[in-house]
């Protein structure tokens, strides 16, 4: 069974830093892009940011871009999401996907809280 498990979410205050883990399980998931996603109250899912494969440089939105940045460790089949000056507008529940396909995101995690006060 596949699974995504986000973990690292929290209360911190503006201006501090995060960083977020997704532990993968049920596969390997090096040949897998990688996704950061996003779901503020109130409003739509929006992307983060994603790694297509090892080695290969991450993309972000230009939101979180200077921000945050997305690694990711293939011997643990894990990907982080390290979020550094936080401002209140980046609380959201932050999700992790994976997929074959950069377009398209096959698996999900749960998500995780984070919540960023001023």
């Known amino acids: 069974q596949v699974q995504l498990v986000e973990s690292g979410g929290g209360l911190v205050q503006a201006g501090g830093s995060l960083r977020l883990s997704c532990a993968a399980s049920?596969?390997?998931?090096?040949?897998?892009?990688m996704g950061w996603f996003r779901q503020a109250p109130g409003k739509e899912r929006e992307f983060v940011g994603q790694?297509?494969?090892?080695?290969?440089?991450?993309y972000y939105a230009d939101s979180v871009k200077g921000r945050f940045t997305i690694f990711r460790d293939v011997a643990k089949n894990t990907v982080y999401l390290q979020m550094n000056s936080l401002k209140p507008e980046d609380t959201a529940v932050y999700y992790c996907?994976?997929?074959?396909?950069?377009?398209?995101?096959?698996?999900w995690g749960k998500g995780t809280q984070v919540t960023v006060s001023s």
């Open positions: 790694i297509i494969r090892s080695g290969m440089r991450p």
């Open positions: 996907a994976a997929g074959l396909d950069p377009d398209r995101m096959e698996y």
């Open positions: 049920g596969r390997t998931f090096s040949g897998y892009t």
